[in-house]
């Protein structure tokens, strides 16, 4: 069955630096969401995507943060400064279709990002 | 905002009994609510799910009910193992019709605990 995939699994980074988080859909999906978790929270959204093109973003997603779809299959979330509570588990996430109809959101296996 | 809240956030039974969690949102467009069971350090899975056209859903040992008129809706698990034992979270969804972003808002989830 295909998967959602994402690298790094973890990653460490001083803050202040700039993080780039990847992630590879399943791949004939069209709507691509990045969630966070803070250790012991709950799954927030951040951003949703769609057509190369941001559809919907949180108001956790500040100017700090960006999406990109550089190719044709990855998905990409920069964050530019990063800070202390930026500390979070990452999670990717991809679905078929949304239009009018709500198709399962599958997601990946996340990246535990740690600022220190 | 849109929210979706949970109950109980800990949730002890013994093996063989059943298990019913509580979730109730307040955005009363809402119309699609999963249910992601999440093991320690895992990614969320999809384990069941209702949309509000029907009342409730059921798979095996698994079934949701839904009472759009509350916006209340339960995850009941019958005749638990241990291997039930994870953290579970509600969510709730909006498509509007014709094109959507139908971002997830999740509960706080609840952690089962499934005594042998």
């Known amino acids: 069955e295909p998967e959602v995939t994402q690298t790094p699994s973890h990653q460490v980074t001083q803050m202040g630096q700039e993080v780039i988080l990847r992630c590879v859909p399943i791949s004939n999906h069209l709507y691509f969401y990045w969630y966070r978790q803070i250790l012991g929270q709950k799954v927030e959204f951040l951003v949703s995507?769609?057509?190369?093109?941001?559809?919907?973003k949180s108001e956790i997603f500040d100017d700090q943060f960006s999406v990109e779809r550089p190719d044709g299959s990855n998905f990409t979330l920069k964050i530019r400064s990063t800070k202390l509570e930026d500390s979070a588990m990452y999670f990717c996430a991809s679905t078929l279709e949304a239009s009018g109809f709500q198709e399962t959101q599958y997601f990946g296996p996340g990246t535990r990002l740690l600022v220190l | 905002g849109e929210n979706v809240e949970q109950h109980p956030s800990t949730l002890s039974v013994q093996e063989g009994d059943s298990a019913v969690i509580k979730c109730t949102y307040s955005?009363?467009?809402?119309?699609?609510f999963p249910w992601y069971k999440q093991e320690l350090g895992k990614r969320p899975q999809l384990i069941i799910d209702i949309r509000s056209n029907v009342g409730e859903k059921k798979d095996q040992r698994i079934a949701v009910t839904l009472n759009k008129t509350a916006k209340h809706f339960s995850l009941h698990i019958t005749e638990t193992q241990p291997e039930d034992s994870a953290v579970y979270f509600c969510a709730a969804s909006t498509a509007p019709y014709g094109g959507a972003t139908n971002k997830l808002i999740f509960g706080t989830g609840t952690l089962l605990a499934v005594q042998p």
């Open positions: 955005d009363s467009a809402s119309n699609y």
């Open positions: 995507f769609y057509n190369n093109e941001i559809s919907e």
